[in-house]
């Protein structure tokens, strides 16, 4: 009898949890980036997640179960919240936040009005709210520089992508082997944090992909892959960024791609169908300027260094461009269907070369981005 109401209780929280009252819209003085601070009901109350603090203004967290006090670091200061407590530790001042900060399924809840504190009181020079906005200014330009890349080579481990047909390659082994040229170049040359999806022949989800780039603050994602089509002569190179898909090519390689998911849980599977993607979906469109811009960027290098026909930049609705909320990129080097180019794809010097173009791409982005700023 316990259990079914506890379990009972946990629905209605959870439930009571889903309905985001609203949210602000973050954007960031000279800076492109954007986000969105959720607002979620607790009690009829509310609340905002402190990891979405984090992330929103670049901080870090520490939970201390010990003491039982979470210390949240922003703008190079430092508050202490205490558990099922309704104050806030700042400098040698507490300051009441009016309802006690909750702990549900893991993470800590504070109350709305701490957005309020940091706008009014902690840091109205980097915090200005603005009609249910947030407009976040950081004095350090460092902020605003692109420094963390990630590169997805595609599919791995149980799905192998496309396989040639005239000598059995596997799109996962000539991506990877792409992407790690890419990562080189990258380091080589320019000052910025290389990370990868994957590094071996391991299977990672769609989902994972993504989530990997959003934990880490990338600043711009690259997905990178080889195509296929039932046409045998189709050849070049194409490069996507995410939208509903506009032609019937664009579709196609889209189902391709996407069909992945069938070696995924039913659960993730689920999820990519369900309400949080189309979220997921809003945020990416923000990114779509200049997702479009890396995307001319890279189709440029390709065709030039490749000598491959130039398919032109597309728009497709791929699963792994879904969740990332920063310009991410789709690249299809060349195709492993056709006879010539598979044969191209397995030399190292293709390869090198479909990694060159992607890094000067990467890095006209960055230049122009960082002088922006
Ligand atoms: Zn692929």
Partial sequence: MKHKLLIILLIIIFSSLALYAK????SYLNSTRKDHLPIHKIDGKNYVNIYDIERTFDGSIEVDQITQTVELK???QLMTFSFFNNWVHFGKTSYNLHNDIEIIDGFFYVPEYFINLCANKFFPDAVILDNGSIIVHFASMEKYLIKTIVLDPGHGGKDSGAVGRHFGTYEK????KITKKV???LEQNLDVKVLLTRSDDRFVSLGDRTEFANEQHADIFVSIHCNAAYNTKANGSEVYYLSTAQTHEARAVEAMENEV???EDPESIKRYKDLDFILYDM???EYLNESSELSDMCQKE???NLGTKDNGVRQANFYVLRGAFMPAILVEVAYLSNKNEEK???TDDFQNRAAKAIYVSLKQFKEKYDKMN
Avoid: N, S
């Fill in 23 to 26: 949210e602000y819209a973050v």
């Fill in 74 to 76: 922003i703008f190079d």
């Fill in 173 to 176: 082994d000539i991506v990877l």
């Fill in 183 to 185: 990562k080189a170049l």
């Fill in 261 to 263: 998911i069938k070696f």
């Fill in 283 to 285: 945020r990416q469109t």
């Fill in 302 to 304: 390709l065709t030039r």
């Fill in 344 to 346: 191209k794809l397995r």
